[in-house]
């Protein structure tokens, strides 16, 4: 079965505005988090931009290039840091 059908599938009340009417974020609780208006408020923000998948896969793409650098430094100091172990080793 597929996520979409999935949704599909979902049963839907009249009587369901979607309102809130006990908040159970409370703290001590395990799925307590603090800001969660804030992440929701964020959350629906991005969802308002509609972003195409071309446009959010070149957003991924750029943001890997742009760790790239950064990436291939930590690995050329692994790489002499190896260099080093065994050249004193030997």
Known sequence: MSFWKRNKNKKQYDDDDGRTIANMN??????????KEEKDKKKQQMEDLR????????MIWGAYLAYLPML???LAGFGIAVLLIMLWLS
């Open 51 to 58: 972003i195409t998948r071309k446009e959010r896969r070149a």
């Open 72 to 74: 291939l430094v930590m």
């Open 26 to 35: 409370v703290e001590g609780m395990p799925w307590y988090e603090p800001n």
